[in-house]
Structures are given as C-alpha cells and as structure tokens.
C-alpha cells in the first residue's frame, strides 16, 4: 500500500516569491508520483507526473517537481507565483502496476500581492 | 484531448431521493473510470473503481447498495446515489483512464451534491 503526506496544509506567499510545496511518501513498490491543482469548484488538473527517467520533472504552468528516491520525496517549486496560482495543491502516488491514485491531504496556496 | 466531462455540475435533492450522476470521456475511449469523493477541505477518497462492462470494484466501507455504479460503455459511467440523506451531501469526482494506459487519469470538473 502507498500513502502520501503533504507537510504543508497551508502556504502563503508573495506574488513573484518562489515556493516549495512538500510531499513525501511511502511504498513498499516502485511508484509514478503526480501533482494535481484543483481550483474552487473544479476538478483536477494534471500539473506534472515522474513516471521514469530524469529525475527533475517539468510541468505546466512553470511548475517542477524533483524525485528523490532515497528522501522518498517529491516537493513541487515555483521561482516565482503569480496571483493565479491560489490554489489547492495535491500530490498522488500510485504503484507500478496499480490503476488506483492515493492522495495527499493536499496544499492551500496562497498568493498574496 | 483527454477531456472529461460530468454530468450535473450541480445538484440539490430531497432526502430519501436518487439523484444519478454522469461521467464522459469526450475524447477517447476510457477502459477504466473512477469514482471519488471529496469532502470540504479534505482530499478526495476513491470509492469505486469501474471497468467497461464488469461490476465495479468497491474501495472498502464504501456501500455499493446506495453507491450504484455503471460503466455501460467505453466512454460513459454513472454514479447513482441512492435514497440520499444529508451525510451523502458532498463534491463528487470522476477520472478516466485511457485504455491503452492505466496510469494516467484524467479527471472530470466534479459534481456538487446538496441533500436537503
């Protein structure tokens, strides 16, 4: 089984300010990692993934994200937000093999002018 | 691509009433489709998982009598929400997962479920 903590239940944060949101987990399997925002009354996009490969993962939006096996991690960077990215943030971890997502309890970001 | 849509995006229903919600896939065919539940301020909580044709696999102390699934076809499911009561009031989510990958999901805008 994986589970998924996001150290953060809130940040905030100033326009321009770079940010790090946290997110480590646990597997006893090889895992995909993921990064969703879901903004007030939507469903959840898609910011980045780390299936294999490189561990530095570029998504949309000027996210990324980097894989760190050994700290089990995988925090989310911005250099610098913008006003719009006020969002909810969550991190997913599903096991190779496996079709199911577990989520984080995800991250309010806060960007402040 | 890869766009899902669900069907209302909101509604309001009296206690001991059914309300049905759809999930669709508009752009490709979903071997698999999710469903979750998110409460205010929480993370969402899988329920089910369904696959075209197949009775859904239910995550555990999730009731599958009053939580009806249906994946009649490649790109349509339907969560059925039955004789609701206030506790079921909640946003629900779906996601599809295209059929020649089963590791990404793609997810619906939700649907907010009031029960009066």
């Known amino acids: 089984a994986q589970s998924v903590t996001q150290l953060d239940s809130q940040v905030p944060v100033f326009e321009e300010a770079p940010v790090e949101l946290r997110c480590n987990y646990s597997s006893s399997v090889s895992v995909y990692l993921f990064w969703y925002v879901q903004y007030p009354n939507q469903g959840l996009q898609l910011l980045l993934k780390?299936?294999?490969?490189?561990?530095l993962v570029k998504g949309i939006n000027g996210f990324e994200a980097e894989f760190n096996k050994s700290q089990t991690s995988f925090h989310l960077r911005k250099p610098s937000v913008h006003i719009s990215d006020t969002a909810e943030y969550f991190c997913a971890v599903s096991g190779r093999g496996s079709e199911k997502l577990v989520f984080g309890k995800g991250t309010k970001l806060t960007v402040n002018p | 691509g890869a766009v899902v849509s669900q069907h209302p995006s909101r509604v309001i229903c009296k206690s001991g009433t059914s309300v049905k919600i759809e999930c669709r896939s508009l752009d490709f065919q979903a071997t698999t489709m999710f469903w979750y539940r998110q409460f205010p301020k929480q993370s969402l909580m899988l329920m089910a998982t369904?696959?075209?044709?197949?009775?859904?696999?239910?995550e555990q102390g999730v009731e599958k009598d009053k939580f009806l699934i249906n994946h009649a076809s490649l790109t349509l499911s339907t969560l059925t929400v039955t004789s609701a009561h206030p506790e079921d009031s909640s946003f629900y989510i779906c996601s599809a997962s295209p059929g020649d990958s089963r590791i990404e999901q793609y997810f619906g805008p939700g649907t907010r479920l009031t029960v009066t």
């Open positions: 369904s696959n075209e044709g197949s009775k859904a696999t239910y």
């Open positions: 780390y299936l294999s490969g490189s561990t």
